[in-house]
């Protein structure tokens, strides 16, 4: 079983939709989780942390299962800015991070 | 403030020869990453290096060396460049963003290998 999953996509939406990615862990012993976002040729940049409680930044909102090993993330109202590829991001030990494959999301006009 | 820079953008190489590809980092990070993405795989770290004075091997270190020459440098070198080792690479620190630890990534190196 591969550390961090996730569905690969890609996921076409029209502007204005809802869109919620899932992603799941194998480590029990995570510690701390993040959704990164990745524009077509460029690095990966800090989306959000994921907390265990729930957060939400503007049209972001990151959940956290812990007993499921779940981390989702839903973006609402969106825009066409929001195409990117979405990474989820889990830390188990002091050093390294490991990264899902990706989610690719396309939002149409 | 520059963040994480890394040269070469893009380099092509032929079977055999070697290259350095050079990272900096102006935040005062102690810990510095090299990742390779290949399509369909995602990131997978190459090399880590926790402080200045230490490295350490990640998921897929064979055919690369690294060096972590001050705190600022961290250099991953290909001694003999092979067509499996084409793929973009990124070099990362990490530091501390809002209570968050945050990885912070260099633009990317574009590596083919004829």
């Known amino acids: 079983r591969k550390e961090v999953e996730q569905d690969p996509g890609p996921f076409n939406v029209p502007e204005g939709a809802t869109v919620a990615f899932n992603c799941t862990y194998s480590?029990?012993?995570?510690?701390?989780f993040f959704w990164y976002r990745q524009d077509c040729r460029k690095e990966p940049k800090l989306l959000m942390s994921v907390y265990s409680s729930g957060n939400e930044d503007g049209r972001f909102t990151a959940q956290l299962n812990r007993a499921s090993q779940y981390i989702s993330l839903l973006i609402r109202d969106s825009k066409l800015s929001d195409s990117a590829t979405y990474l989820c991001?889990?830390?188990?030990?002091?050093?390294?991070?490991?990264f899902g494959k990706g989610t690719k999301l396309s939002v149409i006009p | 403030n520059a963040g994480v820079t890394q040269t070469p953008k893009f380099q092509v190489l032929k079977t055999g020869q070697s290259m350095t590809l050079q990272c900096a980092q102006d935040?005062?990070?102690?810990?510095m990453y090299w990742y390779r993405q290949d399509p369909g795989m995602g990131l997978r770290l190459i090399y880590y290096?926790?402080?200045?004075?230490?490295?350490d091997k990640g998921e897929v270190p064979n055919g690369y060396n690294v060096s972590r020459l001050n705190k600022r440098e961290f250099s991953l070198r290909l001694e003999s460049a092979a067509p499996s080792q084409t793929s973009v690479y990124f070099c990362?620190?990490?530091?501390?963003?809002?209570?968050?630890?945050?990885?912070?990534f260099g633009p990317g190196t574009r590596l083919t290998v004829l």
């Open positions: 290096s926790a402080s200045e004075g230490t490295t």
């Open positions: 991001v889990v830390r188990a030990g002091s050093y390294q991070l490991t």
């Open positions: 480590n029990s012993a995570s510690q701390s």
């Open positions: 935040m005062n990070h102690n810990s």
């Open positions: 990362a620190s990490l530091g501390v963003r809002l209570s968050t630890d945050t990885q912070y």
